[in-house]
């Protein structure tokens, strides 16, 4: 039987572990995040798929076990494996995703690398995703595919299932036109979108400047224009619009497009933020920083991120401040998500290096200015540093969305704490009462964290009020369901208050 709902996603749905020299498929650890909210879509439709990669020595090994059946808390589902070499792998993901698209994506044309594309692995590992989705889609079936390294799918499951309906979600930023066309593959990747139903991304901005791209290489015509929400156009981001397109034409299709901030699960956060473990590890926290605040940082090692100016600015507040030496301190973590590539290792060394001058200029036997984490933090312990921070300092170059200040935010159950948010990640649309900062701008920077450290409790509490209210209406369930009524499916009602 083939499925009613198809997910197009490069990740397996769960982890494979082996016990007593055999593989299982279990849950992933943590049902924060996407992946458990896109399963959780299974149990609504008659029948569901999952298309991801895994690696292969030998992709025509006859033992490779294509498909696989999971039963889990979410139903029963197939995953189709796509047998890929590391070679591959390597091609279509680390090399033109993360060295091609990335930068440009981000904004960052000066690290753009063209040279070592190999645009025609890219194209056939995209035709493995499509022919997987085709062979699994039911008539009239549902096929929602994810992200940029996938950006040709559509196109390719367009001809191969003219009767399928398509959406995509693009988990990144969509760049300006200037920026977007410097990619050399613009226009097969536009006419490839275009071939969707539904195309969504995060915020406004995002949606404007995706069609902006798509007019400028194709005829592409505005069907509807709509007036922003009010949730998604906080004053003080860079990222804010005004109107957001909502359906174009384009060779006599109509295209909705859809902005759906990704979210938090709220509830989740809420239960290990109020939980008896997060209670004794806050406590031994609190007891290590003494009467000193707590600034924390939380991220991926990434040019994108902003962590060295972050630094910087660090070491300029200690210098100007020397009434906060031994009184503050910064939580930095920063954790490689690919140690192979040489952008991220450069940028690592940078921050160690930053972070020794840093501790070695003002550190003192009983201070330590500044903790470096490169590892990552289990969840569990990251939300209880959550709880203790005085202040989330949050401020990537450039973001699509950044669920940490949303984390953040969805732990401060005591209703404290502040949250200092660039202007150029996503989530600044949502959060007017964070206070924002511009990681291009020094003064900005400056001021921005001195006055988190100096601020006082009720305006404390008023703000985090507000940032909590929008984190728990604009949750997980709200962006997944967002983007399933763009395809005018019927939606689950919420169930979450229900005592």
Not at 128 to 156: M, S, T
Not at 327 to 344: D, E, G
Not at 443 to 454: T, V
């Amino acid at each position: 039987m083939r499925s009613n709902l198809v997910i197009v996603y490069h990740r397996q749905p769960y982890e494979e572990v082996e016990v007593n020299g055999k593989i299982e498929y279990h849950e992933n650890k943590s049902p924060n995040g996407i992946v458990p909210t896109l399963k959780s879509f299974f149990g609504r439709f008659e029948k569901g798929a999952w298309i991801a990669w895994k690696y292969a020595d030998d992709p025509a090994n006859p033992d490779f076990e294509r498909v696989v059946e999971i039963e889990d808390t979410y139903g029963k589902y197939n995953v189709s494996r796509l047998p890929l070499t590391r070679e591959q792998v390597s091609s279509f993901y680390h090399v033109t995703s993360k060295e091609a698209f990335w930068p440009i994506l981000h904004g960052f044309k000066e690290r753009y690398n063209y040279d070592p594309v190999d645009w025609s692995t890219f194209r056939e590992v995209n035709w493995a995703f499509a022919e997987a989705a085709a062979a699994e889609a039911a008539e009239g079936a549902v096929v929602w595919v994810h992200d940029y390294n996938l950006w040709l799918v559509p196109a390719y499951l367009r001809r191969l299932r003219p009767d399928v309906k398509i959406s995509f979600f693009h988990h990144t930023p969509f760049p300006s036109a200037d920026i977007f066309n410097v990619l050399p593959w613009r226009k097969e990747i536009l006419e490839s979108l275009l071939a969707c139903d539904v195309v969504g991304f995060h915020i406004p901005r995002y949606v404007n400047n995706f069609v902006s791209a798509a007019r400028s290489l194709l005829e592409v015509s505005t069907k509807t224009r709509e007036k922003v929400k009010d949730e998604l156009k906080a004053e003080t981001s860079a990222l804010s619009e005004q109107s957001v397109i909502t359906e174009v034409s384009y060779q006599g299709r109509t295209i909705r497009l859809q902005a759906s901030p990704v979210g938090v699960d709220v509830d989740y956060i809420e239960s290990l933020a109020n939980s008896e473990e997060t209670a004794t590890k806050l406590a031994d926290i609190r007891e290590t920083l003494g009467d000193r605040q707590l600034i924390l940082s939380v991220g991926r090692t990434d040019y994108t991120k902003g962590g060295i100016e972050q630094l910087e600015s660090y070491e300029r507040l200690l210098e100007s401040r020397p009434d906060l030496r031994g009184k503050v301190q910064l939580m930095h973590v920063s954790v490689m998500a690919n140690a192979n590539m040489t952008a991220y290792q450069q940028i690592q060394h940078d921050l160690e290096t930053l972070a020794g001058k840093i501790n070695g200029r003002f550190g003192s036997f009983d201070w330590q200015p500044l903790v470096l984490i490169s590892r990552p933090v289990p969840f569990k312990e990251l939300v209880a540093y959550y709880r203790a921070a005085d202040v989330a300092w949050i401020t990537p170059l450039a973001d699509g969305m950044n669920l940490v200040c949303k984390e953040y935010c969805a732990a401060r159950t005591d209703g404290d704490g502040v949250l200092v948010l660039s202007e150029f990640a996503g989530a600044a649309v949502e959060f007017a009462s964070a206070v924002p900062t511009n990681p291009f701008s020094w003064k900005s920077m400056d001021s921005a964290i001195q006055y988190a450290l100096e601020m006082p409790e009720d305006e404390r509490r008023g703000r985090m009020e507000l940032a909590r209210q929008i984190v728990r209406k604009q949750d997980i369930r709200y962006w997944a369901e967002d983007q399933m009524m763009a395809l005018d499916l019927p939606t689950m009602p919420d169930t979450r208050d229900a005592a």
